[in-house]
């Protein structure tokens, strides 16, 4: 008798986790998109990218804040790590127009490409079940649970250090 809501408790529980992982793996999604958005609007191209361009990438970076944010929200266990990466963003948005200005284009490809890898890295990290399932985990699915900790530190470091590039400004 004593089985029965304790099998029911167990898979709310069960559904409850899983359903917060697609959302992870949703807002994770909406980062990487935008951000890639905004990392190939800064490819080298002109010496000098147009205020519409700076605009465009500017905001781009704001939204792929905003979806950071609401992923914060929803992983607690890590928020120290991802408000380190938001961090990081919101320094290069404020600062992008004369942040670019002082790179030369093989650093704006660079830094594209960094902003590139990070919302790989960002959209890895809350997806790592993915490769244990086929998909949505089964009820039954006892694998690892996002996000993985090691390409989380590793996004972090690509963050906080931008290799190749000269210190973001504070």
């Keep these: 008798m ?4 304790v099998g029911v408790y167990w898979g709310v529980q069960r559904a409850s986790t899983y359903s917060r992982w697609q959302t992870q793996f949703r807002l994770a999604q909406s980062f ?9 609007l800064l490819t ?6 147009s205020e519409s361009t700076l605009v465009a990438a500017g905001n781009d970076l704001r939204y792929a804040g ?3 944010d609401a992923l914060r929200t929803l992983d607690w266990d890590h928020v120290n790590q991802l408000d380190r990466i938001g961090y990081a963003l919101v320094r290069l948005q404020t600062n992008l127009s004369t942040y670019l200005g002082n790179l030369t284009s093989a650093q704006r490809n660079t830094l594209s490409g960094l902003l590139h890898a990070l919302a ?9 079940y993915a ?4 998909g949505n985990p089964s009820l039954w699915y ?11 530190k590793a996004t972090v470091d690509l963050a906080v250090n931008w290799p190749g590039l000269p210190p973001l400004p504070t």
Excluded: C
């Excluded at 080298?44 to 990218?49: R, S």
């Excluded at 790989?120 to 790592?128: C, E, G, M, R, V």
């Design 32 to 40: 990487t998109f935008i951000l890639e958005d905004g990392s190939a």
């Design 2 to 5: 004593v089985m029965l809501p």
């Design 142 to 152: 006892f694998g690892p649970s996002p996000p993985d900790e090691n390409l989380l």
């Design 44 to 49: 080298a191209g002109p010496d000098t990218l």
């Design 66 to 68: 905003d979806s950071l």
């Design 131 to 134: 490769r244990f399932t086929s």
């Design 120 to 128: 790989d890295k960002i959209l890895s990290t809350y997806t790592n």
